[in-house]
Structure formats: structure tokens, C-alpha cells
């Protein structure tokens, strides 16, 4: 399994023969810029964590390209198929589960917002719990620490855990860490920060902290990948 970050929240991973890609905001994203463009990425399926701008960012120009999966709340799934079109979707919502052939994926809570660039609602903010090739990786979406984070880390034994720290708008570093903290991963990837000049929380801030808690993490500049 090889994960690339492509700046803020959007990710990409390969494995068993499939691309995943996540909230893919590339055009406008400055931590792309001559790294990557949307016109390069051709992913087999897009899952979307909420309905921002800034991670909705370029699905609909990847989708009608790429006829790629769209797995997302039954919200976004909808507006995508109403407003552009698109019939290849697989509707989830909080707590629920879905084997898909490539990987297991349980949709979680975040606690955040979520509407569409035109005010559209956007449904409830979500994370996600990939159980692929034998790792389980969580990726929190834009949130802040929740009592149910207590619960996650109790029932899975997380390989990775990608998680928001830019502070402001999501949890910053030593939230973050209180994450960590409750879910146990063997290895965090701190993300969504520096792409506005509002997000005040760093990386190597987040690393200190779970460093001097006791855990490992890493931090991905846009275009490095981390291989599982």
C-alpha cells in the first residue's frame, strides 16, 4: 500500500491493484502547484470526508473523466449525481460499513461542518476506516477530538492514522495529540495545515508533542509517499 499526499487533506492510495483518492482539492491548492494537477490523477474511487470546497475541490472534472466510484454521505453522493450527473456512487453515512472488493470501509463521525461551495448542505462531516491488505488506517476528516475516538482506538488496531492539526478551523497540534493519545496508531500523518495563512498549526509542532507523548509519526511534504 503506497500513500501520497498531495498537500491539505487530499491523498491518494494505491494497493491491490486500485487508486483511492481523497478529498481532492489540487486546483488552488498552492502546495501542488508543479507537483500535480487534477488532470493527472485517474482514480478508480473518490471518497470525500465532507462537502467544503476545499476537499469537494476538483471530484466533479476528476468524476466526468474518470467515471471513477464516488463514496461518500448520501448527501454529497446525491448533489454529485443531481447537479453533474454522475451514476457511479456508493451512498454511506456515519457508523455504517461497506465490503468493497479492493477493502472494508466503516464511515465514522467528525466533528466539523459541511456544505457545498454554493450553500448547498452537505450532510454530516466524516472520517473513514480503510481495513485493507491486512492494515487498518484511519483517516479522521476535518475534526476535533470526540468521545467516540475513545471507542475507535479500543476496537481496531490502527497501522495509520491521518489527522488535522492546521488548528483554527480543525484541532490543532496538541489536540491532535490527544487523539493519538486514545487511538494508539503505530503511525500518525499529520495534515491540513499551511494552506491558508488562518492555519496556524504545523506538522513539525504535531511531531514534537507525539513524540514526547511516546508515538511515531511522520510528516509527507506534497508529492512524497508513505508505503505500509
Not at 492510495?13 to 500535480?36: A, Q, Y
Not at 493519545?181 to 488562518?198: D, M, Q, R, W
Request: charged share 15%.
Amino acid at each position: 500500500m503506497v500513500l501520497t499526499y498531495y498537500g491539505h487533506a487530499a491523498l491518494q492510495i494505491e494497493m491491490n491493484g486500485t487508486t483511492l483518492l481523497f478529498d481532492p482539492f489540487i486546483t488552488g491548492n498552492g502546495h501542488t502547484e508543479g507537483i500535480v494537477t487534477a488532470d493527472d490523477l485517474s482514480p478508480d474511487v473518490i471518497l470525500l470526508t465532507h462537502a467544503h470546497g476545499d476537499h469537494w475541490g476538483d471530484t466533479p472534472s476528476i468524476l466526468k473523466r474518470t467515471n471513477a466510484l464516488l463514496v461518500a454521505n448520501y448527501e454529497i453522493v446525491m448533489y454529485a449525481n443531481r447537479e453533474h450527473g454522475h451514476e457511479n456512487i456508493q451512498p454511506m453515512n456515519t457508523g455504517g460499513a461497506f465490503d468493497f472488493g479492493w477493502g472494508h470501509v466503516t464511515q465514522t463521525y467528525a466533528r466539523h461542518s459541511s456544505s457545498f461551495p454554493d450553500g448547498t448542505y452537505g450532510g454530516n462531516p466524516n472520517g473513514y476506516i480503510l481495513q485493507v491488505e491486512g492494515k487498518t488506517v484511519y483517516i479522521t476528516g476535518d475534526t476535533c477530538r470526540f468521545s467516540g475516538m475513545a471507542r475507535i482506538g479500543e476496537a481496531y488496531d490502527i497501522d495509520l492514522c491521518v489527522l488535522p492539526v492546521g488548528d483554527v478551523v480543525t484541532m490543532g497540534p496538541d489536540e491532535a495529540v490527544r487523539c493519538v493519545e486514545v487511538l494508539k496508531p503505530k503511525l500518525s500523518l499529520p495534515i491540513h495545515y499551511g494552506t491558508f495563512p488562518f492555519l496556524t498549526g504545523t506538522p513539525d509542532a504535531f511531531s514534537e508533542k507525539a513524540s514526547g507523548a511516546g508515538f511515531e509519526s511522520r510528516s509527507l511534504k506534497p508529492g512524497e509517499t508513505l508505503t505500509l
